[in-house]
């Protein structure tokens, strides 16, 4: 059974912009917080925003502050990540998450989407 499932990938140029959006199975939206990790080309699973369970918060990774933005929307039970500026190092795969708690350490969230793929060229 597939709870989380993402959309919006794609490819685009240097400095361009994408939007992926996450819906959530409801049973498992309320309650939990949100957010994306990203795994680049050879190396590990990183954490890259976070958004608490009202929104009240939100948490990004050094290398993407300024330029991603997460947010939740309640109503359509969907996680999103704007992303602007991107860059060619921001090339991965994209996967959102919910449980954990306010740290970005894989093992600790408990559902995973199955990933959608952001390639950014030069």
């Known amino acids: 059974q597939v709870h989380l499932t993402e959309s919006g990938g794609g490819s685009v140029q240097d400095g361009g912009s994408l939007r992926l959006s996450c819906v959530v199975s409801?049973?498992?939206?309320?309650?939990?917080?949100l957010g994306w990790f990203r795994q680049r080309p050879g190396l590990e699973r990183e954490g890259v925003a976070l958004v608490s369970v009202d929104s009240s918060y939100t948490k990004y990774a050094d290398s993407v502050k300024g330029r991603f933005v997460i947010s939740r929307d309640s109503y359509k039970k969907t996680v999103y990540l704007q992303m602007n500026d991107l860059k060619p190092d921001d090339t991965a795969i994209y996967s959102c998450?919910?449980?954990?708690?306010?740290?970005?350490?894989?093992?600790?969230?408990?559902?995973w989407g199955q990933g959608t793929q952001v390639t950014v060229s030069s």
């Open positions: 409801a049973h498992i939206y309320s309650g939990r917080n």
């Open positions: 998450v919910a449980g954990g708690d306010w740290q970005f350490k894989p093992s600790m969230f408990s559902y």
